[in-house]
């Protein structure tokens, strides 16, 4: 059923279960979070891309407020909930100084293709590899969701946004798994081009051929 969702666009893709620091000036925010704190309430955060508020956003939950600073700003923590459409927007919620809408919540089918997850994970590994980030890699959990990783994947904001749009886990494997196909060997590549721009002009130990 469709509800109304405070907002707080912002030109960034957040993911559900994304844990997302925030330092709030504008007092139309400060109100916002104000309001989280006395009504309980969540917010939305829907990207804002190409100057427009985006149809699709995130719901996101305070989770605490971190500082408060003499002026009024505040740094406080979220927690990224579930995917929302926007339905109708409304530049100002009735008496606040915030947005808002009418939105519907998007349901999400959370199962993964068991046959993309270990080539997703090796194609991560090796583009770790390359741009020497092993030590990330070591710190994925086994049973990792694409949300967890797309941050650190090369994505544009465009292409964060493309997986908002996906409906279920195994879809966002396919454009992981499409995008790492695609970039891994210019990364690669790219590595090794640097590499021998590094040793160039140094003292080579080389063995001429035996002939």
Do not use: W
């Not at 309001?35 to 955060?45: A, K, L, N, Q, Y």
């Not at 590499?195 to 160039?200: D, F, G, K, Q």
């Amino acid at each position: 059923m469709p509800r109304t969702l405070a907002l707080f666009p912002l030109n960034l893709v957040v993911f559900p279960g994304e844990k997302l620091n925030l330092h709030i000036f504008e007092p139309r925010y400060r109100q916002l979070v104000r309001d989280c704190i006395e009504s309980g309430i969540t917010f939305g955060i829907p990207p804002y891309i190409n100057e427009s508020v985006s149809e699709l956003g995130t719901e996101v939950r305070l989770l605490d407020v971190e500082k408060t600073y003499p002026n009024g700003e505040m740094d406080v923590r979220t927690q990224g909930v579930s995917v929302f459409r926007i339905r109708d927007f409304y530049r100002q919620a009735p008496g606040k100084l915030y947005a808002a809408a009418r939105i519907e919540d998007i349901t999400d089918d959370t199962t993964e293709d068991p046959l993309l997850k270990p080539r997703i994970t090796e194609y991560v590994r090796q583009l770790y590899e390359a741009l020497g980030l092993r030590r990330l890699f070591l710190d994925l959990a086994p049973n990792y969701r694409v949300y967890e990783i797309a941050h650190h994947l090369g994505f544009t904001q465009e292409q964060e946004y493309q997986l908002l749009e996906a409906t279920s886990e195994s879809e966002r494997q396919e454009i992981v798994l499409e995008h790492l196909e695609n970039i891994l060997p210019v990364v690669v590549e790219t590595e090794r081009l640097k590499e021998r721009v590094r040793l160039n002009g140094h003292f080579k130990n080389l063995t001429p051929p035996n002939f």
